[in-house]
């Protein structure tokens, strides 16, 4: 999962950044609205954390712009403001949810979950597909029950499929959202890892659609 944190002091920014990297996130970090903006009309991101109290534009102005340009991404607010009109503010300017500073980093990251899930049309924490199981808590995968130990890649590409079941999903977008901006597009990794997850999950367990890309289906009873 692809994420965008806009906020404007350095440590919080990179504390940010460096904990959800270790949470298995592939982050994005910008300090200021203008280049936030941009970064937001440009990319594809499954969440954003949205500061408000930011620098050249405001996070409001931000977050009204993306909404009227139809970029429909769950979006965190995340502020040091706490009165009940900012959030209210942030909530019709289009926000998903909003947390205060100072916060514990655990909270930001369920909450971080819950809107990406939601996003994706997924209520529950954990995803299922046949006799697959993923919870996005813990990170655990299980096969009839059993755990399956991926790598954190595999883990990646396969929550990202799991999140968009029975959809198409092609190599370029799987690309976008489970590695870094430097990552060499041309890189054949994505059909290894298919192939790994193949291997430890049953080789129906992901569909190749020629030409399209790659899906996962509920098996046909």
């Known amino acids: 999962m692809r994420i965008l944190i806009v906020e404007d002091e350095p440590n919080l920014g990179k504390q940010l950044k460096s904990t959800l990297e270790g949470a298995g996130y592939a982050v994005d970090l910008s300090v200021d609205g203008e280049d936030g903006h941009y970064m937001g009309s440009t990319e594809n991101y499954d969440a954003v954390i949205l500061d408000l109290g930011l620098p050249e534009i ?53 909450r971080l979950r819950a809107l990406i899930r939601r996003a994706s049309g997924n209520a529950s924490s954990e995803l299922n597909v046949g006799n697959v199981r993923l919870d996005t808590r813990s990170g655990r995968v299980t096969l009839d029950g059993q755990p399956v130990k991926l790598t954190a890649q595999e883990y990646k590409l396969l929550s990202y499929l799991m999140h968009h079941k029975g959809k198409v999903v092609s190599r370029t977008e799987l690309i976008e959202h489970i590695y870094d901006q430097d990552f060499d597009r041309d890189s054949n990794t994505i059909e290894v890892f298919v192939t790994r997850i193949r291997k430890k999950l049953g080789q129906d367990v992901i569909s190749t659609i020629r030409g399209l890309g790659y899906s996962l289906e509920e098996p046909v009873s």
């Open 58 to 110: 405001d996070g409001l102005t931000v977050l009204d712009r993306w909404r009227k340009e139809g970029r429909q991404f769950p979006v965190l607010v995340l502020t040091a403001r706490d009165s009940w009109s900012d959030k209210v503010a942030g909530l019709d300017a289009g926000a998903d949810d909003y947390l205060a500073k100072p916060f514990q980093t655990e909270e930001l990251i369920a």
